[in-house]
């Protein structure tokens, strides 16, 4: 199924929106996240430098000057801590550390080395600054780690306090996208609705040509259009002179072959008959508008109510029953002259067969008639035959046997088709589907 403009352009709008923002937010959160943690690491190597201008030796023994250490390791659980370690031995630690479960890791660094990681121990992270040294006890150099360690609670706080921050700017962010999103998605399909609004007052009929303004994109369709429904009004208006003037030039000769001598003779009659017949159908087949471009909706009810009140005066004598099924509102898009030629036809030829009943059903969406008597009914087998001109199956006196083939071809030319079975009347039953009748 083809989403129309207006679905695609909200569902655009509305994925990027969906996509971008939360991509935003997490690409924001993550670079926060990486500053927090590159100046985490400058804070733990400015208290590594102080360690080690304090480090110093007496007798074989490292000492360390708690009096000038930074306050956060003399506080317990302050969240920073430090320990010095020499070859997997704990020589010393902080005073912040005593209430800390955090134990030193055991790998051997190179002098001179140092990094910076993620240690997660009894379920908590912490981030831990390690160098390697030698450190120079006089006789002899001692390797040394030291380790500058920072509970990952202490970045908690403010990476929670930045992402609900976060989280309300872009609520509002969210919030003014949304009505610029809205205010844009109106601004640029107006023009479409205001279209789509004349062409179906167009097809209505309430209006010949697009007359509304609208952008570059859609002038040169407009222009198109008025140009095609100017061509196809002069196109009809030309087929209408033109069949008035044949018409007119066939009238007289007619006549005067319908008034002569030689027209009485039976061989002669029928083929004047023929003639007239012929001419009739080809004039109602040409005038035809079949399925123009532009189909005007034409109410159903009047139709049938028209006809309903011709037959019953002509067939009165046959007390027929006429039933009719059509919902109020039933629209058929398309020349009313053809609905009643269709209707017509088929209604005359079911009174003229019925002993007193006939049914005719209308629906919409697909746009359906039904015809149905409790006559005789048509011959199996016969059916195709009764769509031939000139071809008749019944004994009537009136007719040429051109009504049901004027049928047929109209309901062809709006695409439809002509079925013909056995009603549950017990007669025929004459069904016009128009599959692609779309309303």
């Not at 670079?31 to 480090?55: G, M, R, W």
């Not at 009504?403 to 709006?414: A, D, F, P, R, W």
């Amino acid at each position: 199924m083809m989403l129309s403009l207006k679905v695609r352009q909200a569902v655009i709008s509305l994925v990027l929106m969906l996509f971008l923002l939360p991509v935003s937010f997490f690409a924001i959160e993550r670079a926060f996240l990486a500053q927090l943690l590159t100046s985490t690491e400058q804070k733990l190597e400015v208290h590594l430098y102080s360690f080690l201008a304090e480090l110093t030796s007496k007798n074989d023994i490292l000492e360390i000057n708690n009096s000038i250490l930074p306050a956060d390791f003399l506080r317990p659980d302050s969240g920073t801590s430090a320990f010095i370690v020499s070859e997997d031995k704990l020589l010393w630690q902080s005073d912040s550390s005593l209430n800390q479960n955090f134990t030193p890791p055991q790998h051997e660094m190179l002098p001179g080395k140092h990094e910076f990681v993620a240690l997660e121990q009894e379920g908590q992270v912490y981030w831990t600054l390690s160098f390697a040294l030698l450190f120079d006890m006089g006789e002899r150099s001692m390797p040394l780690t030291i380790h500058i360690v920072q509970d990952q609670k202490l970045l908690d706080a403010p990476v929670q306090s930045f992402r609900s921050t976060l989280a309300r700017w872009f609520i509002g962010i969210a919030a003014v996208l949304l009505l610029v999103m809205l205010l844009a998605y109106y601004w640029t399909t107006e023009p479409l609705s205001a279209l789509d609004h004349e062409i179906r007052q167009v097809e209505s009929g309430q209006q010949q040509q697009l007359t509304g303004q609208y952008p570059a994109e859609l002038r040169t369709l407009k222009e198109d259009v008025n140009l095609l429904l100017a061509s196809q009004n002069r196109q009809k208006q030309r087929y209408r002179h033109h069949l008035s003037d044949l018409a007119h030039a066939l009238k007289t000769p007619v006549a005067v072959l319908n008034t002569s001598a030689l027209a009485q003779q039976p061989e002669l009659r029928e083929q004047i008959d023929r003639i007239t017949a012929m001419i009739e159908h080809q004039l109602k087949r040409a005038s035809s508008s079949g399925q123009d471009v532009w189909q005007k909706q034409i109410p159903v009810a009047p139709v049938l109510e028209q006809l309903q009140n011709a037959l019953l005066k002509i067939y009165r004598d046959k007390n027929v029953q006429l039933t009719i099924d059509a919902p109020a509102g039933t629209m058929f898009r398309g020349d009313e002259t053809d609905l009643m030629e269709m209707l017509g036809n088929l209604l005359d030829n079911a009174f003229k067969a019925c002993q007193h009943r006939v049914r005719i059903s209308v629906s919409q969406k697909p746009f359906h008639i039904s015809v149905e008597d409790d006559g005789p009914g048509v011959p199996a087998g016969k059916t195709k035959d009764l769509l031939h001109r000139g071809t008749r199956l019944d004994t009537y006196k009136e007719g040429h046997g051109v009504g049901l083939s004027i049928v047929h071809e109209l309901c062809s030319s709006y695409s439809g088709e002509l079925q013909i079975d056995r009603s549950e009347l017990g007669g025929a039953r004459f069904q016009l589907n128009f599959a692609d009748h779309q309303y």
